[in-house]
């Protein structure tokens, strides 16, 4: 199989995020594929968002690569995440980041988005039991081309579950629901007890990103 991508492309990451930016290119440090952020590509304006419609995060981040690759005329990388309860059929899912207010965006700053969704998921597992608490976080990553055709799609997974009330929020690092995310196997530590580079080394994004470098190195 040929590559998806023509030797010499550059890969826009559809990220604001600078961290996000950092960890594909180490990742994908080996392959030689130049990346670059959405920051280094608005010299004309911001580029509206697109509204994420999809009801699964292959949907989403299909659709966010296809529409940053249109418009800015690259080959784009795009992803969607979230966290998985199965408790509550598998909520809160593609309305992870807006799920206090069931998908709306209200303008909240994160932290305080944050701390809502997280006392919303602990108020709707009261009285759950630390073995029907399982979760994962979710991350599906897609390659457009200039065209915003999907080229190229991968999930990664995270599993844990999710604490009791006492024993979570717990830690420092990381966002949204790490402080309430017992790391699997052992279920000792939160997703914010980990530092930056073991999280990195164990995430969903971290997993999706791998696939997808490894997708493209073995063509
Ligand atoms: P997005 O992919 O940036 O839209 O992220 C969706 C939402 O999922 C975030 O706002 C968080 O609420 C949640 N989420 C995704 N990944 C993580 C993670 O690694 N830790 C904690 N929360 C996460």
């Not at 023509?6 to 990346?35: C, S």
């Not at 699964?56 to 992803?79: H, I, P, Q, V």
């Not at 009261?126 to 897609?142: I, L, T």
Request: charged share 25%; with cysteine.
């Amino acid at each position: 199989m040929n590559s998806p991508l023509p030797p010499g492309t550059t890969l826009a990451l559809a990220t604001g995020n600078p961290h996000k930016v950092q960890e594909m290119r180490a990742i994908f440090a080996d392959l030689r594929i130049p990346i670059i952020g959405l920051a280094d590509l608005t010299a004309g304006g911001p580029i509206p968002e697109p509204a994420e419609t999809g009801d699964t995060f292959e949907a989403n981040s299909a659709l966010k690569a296809a529409w940053y690759a249109r418009r800015t005329g690259m080959w784009c990388l795009a992803d969607d995440s979230g966290l998985e309860i199965d408790a509550l059929g598998g909520r809160p899912g593609v309305i992870s980041s807006h799920y206090s207010t069931d998908g709306r965006e209200t303008g909240a700053a994160r932290a305080e988005r944050d701390a809502a969704n997280n006392a919303r998921v602990l108020r709707e597992l009261q009285g759950v039991p630390p073995e029907r608490r399982a979760a994962r976080f979710v991350c599906v990553m897609s390659i457009a081309d200039p065209e915003g055709r999907v080229v190229l799609q991968r999930r990664g997974e995270f599993e844990g579950r999710i604490g009791l009330p006492g024993q979570v929020p717990r830690g420092s690092h990381g966002f949204g629901y790490d402080p309430l995310f017992l790391v699997a196997p052992d279920f000792v530590r939160t997703g914010a007890e980990l530092a930056e580079s073991e999280k990195n080394a164990r995430s969903h994004r971290g997993a999706a990103a791998r696939l997808i470098a490894s997708a493209l190195r073995s063509v």
